[in-house]
């Protein structure tokens, strides 16, 4: 969970829940404390609906959960850390996950000459899909959103993966590096994975308004400026701007993206 404070003061505590473990979550829960009482004023959970778990899923994925929620059995979103909580303006809060992991692989090859063993060992980064939850002051979940992203690198700590956050007009603002393939998705099917290490990906600006709505723009193509953007250093300045720091090879290069209404 993470935790805010509004206006007056009062606490809201807000996050994701799990009935099987640590490493998947069901949904979502919201605690608010009244600030001179100290009591709990509204404490509401919610867990997510199957269209929204199986949502940019492929086929099979998404039938293979429709079969788990046929026979009862526990249907949960895997690996996803919570990021951010936003407070709104009238008590409420957003709430911004992403699909995180870290697979490792050993591999060991014997020389056929000198017999002579030897390891070694791979890390692959996954960076999926975004989640934003909006949740009202009265503990309402209003909306869910699932953003489809695909990222995987190996070996070199995600540096161009994740994303950028920033809020503007009430909007989320979310900064990424994808696929031209996802130009034109529609949330249906699987999502093309990004080329992170290549020039024929695009910067991908994705935002969603107060009320759920959601809007996809290309920013610019990695071949127009020779470089990738790394969105975890990249930052939001200003309601409207963000500085964002590409590189590739021994290139570096910085941007100002202006975003207008």
Known sequence: MQIGILDNKDIVCAGFYSETGTLTIKGTYFLKLNANTRTVVVNSSKEFDLDFIA????????????RKAANDKDVELFQFRLDQLVVDNVGGVF???????????????RNPTTGAVTTRTDNYYFYNDIIAIRIGADGEILWSQKIPKRQKSVNDGGANSS?????????????YNDSVENLNYTGK???????????????????VSGSGEVKRQPVFGAKEVNV????????QISSSEFVLFGQRAKKQQFAILNIKD
Not at 228 to 235: A, L
């Open 228 to 235: 990738i953007i790394r969105p975890k250093v990249c930052e």
């Open 163 to 175: 994303y950028t956050f920033g809020v503007r007009n009430g909007q989320l603002l979310f900064v």
């Open 55 to 66: 949502q940019n899923l492929t086929e099979r994925e998404a039938r293979k959960v429709g």
């Open 95 to 109: 709430l911004v996950g992403e699909q995180f992991f870290v697979r490792q692989v050993v591999t060991t090859m």
């Open 189 to 207: 099917g699987p999502v093309a994975r990004a080329e992170l290490n290549s020039a024929n990906g695009v910067v991908m600006l994705y935002a």
